[in-house]
């Protein structure tokens, strides 16, 4: 946060291992990085189309240096991973690739922290069971390359795993799973279908406000943050109209590496913890989700005044936090985001019943403002009323 000239200067730390390859075609890079590796290349089936009919990445397709794994799902899924586990017993690799979205991040990651292990102890729900052991155990070498504008997984620690038998959602967050190399090429965006260039900006737009409005943020992730958002605010629109405008592609694949940065220092918060009961029990995606709530939590940062809110407004150029929050509500109406959101949700009542579920200590005590259960019932109300 830019801080106060009468109070003493803040104190931070910042910590990212991630080496960064940013920028149109740098995806060359990555036959020279695993250059000698016998990789896993973990994606989706649409993934590994795209991998193979790329000119510049074709070439690596056809080796049979690496092996594939093309199960990826839209929510990585703890059963299914476990199965692909299970099909590479008694293999062994260098390291991991991870091509796709925040989905083949997050799987990526998981099967790079069992695939490091012994063969008896890959199993995934023990590691995802024991956050002391989850937390110490090493990884193979990730090397992220993603082909959406969202998550910013590629330079976080953190990855997402859903259990669909006790329909909860479980969490890895490891300094190991750090990826090494993050390769983001805005050229592997080109193309994206309207509704996914949506979906994942919006989560990227999102994670930049989330690290704002948070306990946690600090001078340089207050930077980082805001250019993340004037990056966002540039960009969506752009391509709302033009898909084809490769420079705001590239806009947006910056801001969401750069809020992945911010959140690999600040973790996110409370939008998130209310996203992912909506994307476990309605399908909503999380883009959308984390949307949902968006509105009304920049409000309620507005009603309490908070300091690192209105130092965005001033930051980015919109004067103070009623212009920036009415900004985010005119961002949305260009964008069209409600009729995405009111397509999966069912009534308030059932989305009330969740409120257990999305309160989540681990996020939900980031957010800069104290939440109880009302103030947590009345977002949830004054979102849905939004849409």
């Known amino acids: 946060m830019i801080p ?37 290349i973990v994606t989706s089936l649409r993934g590994h189309r795209q991998f193979c009919e790329d000119v510049v990445l074709g070439g690596l397709a056809v080796s049979d240096a690496h092996t594939w794994m093309t199960e990826v799902l839209p929510q990585p ?8 586990l299970d099909a590479l017993a008694g293999k062994r690799f260098d390291a991991v690739v991870a091509f796709g979205g925040g989905s083949a991040m997050d799987t ?58 006790q329909k909860k959602k479980r969490s890895l967050a490891n300094e190991s799973i750090f990826p090494c190399t993050a390769v983001v090429d805005p050229e592997l965006t080109y193309g994206l279908p309207w509704e996914v260039t949506l979906s994942t900006g919006l989560d990227a737009f999102n994670q930049a406000f989330e690290s704002v409005w948070n ?17 966002g605010f540039d960009a969506l629109p752009k391509l709302k109209q033009n898909m084809d405008n490769t420079h705001a592609r590239s806009a947006l694949a910056e801001a969401s590496l750069l809020s992945g940065l911010c959140i690999s220092q600040t973790r996110t918060a409370l939008c998130h913890a209310i996203s992912y009961p909506l994307s476990l029990r309605f399908g909503l995606s999380h883009g959308f989700a984390c949307a949902f709530s968006m509105r009304a939590i920049a409000e309620l940062c507005l009603k309490n005044r908070i300091p690192a809110y209105e ?16 900004t985010i509500f005119s961002l949305f109406e260009i964008l069209e985001v409600n009729p995405h959101i009111k397509t999966n949700l069912p009534d308030l009542n059932a989305l009330l019943k969740l409120t257990d579920e999305m309160y989540t200590a681990s996020r939900s005590d980031n957010f800069i403002v104290p939440v109880n259960e009302m103030t947590l019932l009345d977002i949830i109300k004054d979102s849905y009323d939004m849409l």
Not at 8 to 24: K, R
Not at 218 to 228: D, G, P, T
Request: one cysteine or more; aromatic letters at 6%; a positive charge.
């Open 108 to 165: 990526a990651k998981a099967m790079a922290l069992c695939l490091a292990q012994e063969s008896p102890s890959r199993n995934l729900a023990d590691v995802l069971g024991s956050t002391s052991f989850n937390c110490k155990i090493k990884s193979l070498p990730l090397y992220a390359v993603p082909t959406t504008s969202g998550t910013g997984s590629e330079v976080t620690p953190f990855a997402t795993i859903w259990d669909m038998v």
């Open 311 to 326: 130092a965005l407004a001033a930051a980015i150029g919109i004067g103070n936090s009623k212009s920036l929050t009415d």
């Open 215 to 231: 306990k946690n943020v600090s001078n340089i992730s207050f930077q980082l943050a805001v250019q993340a958002v004037r990056l």
């Open 77 to 84: 899924e703890l059963t299914k991973i476990q199965t692909s």
């Open 4 to 40: 106060d000239k009468s109070t003493p200067m803040q104190s931070w730390t910042f910590h990212n291992p991630t080496s960064v390859f940013f920028g149109p075609g740098v995806r060359r890079k990555l036959a020279e990085l695993i250059r000698n590796h016998h990789c896993l």
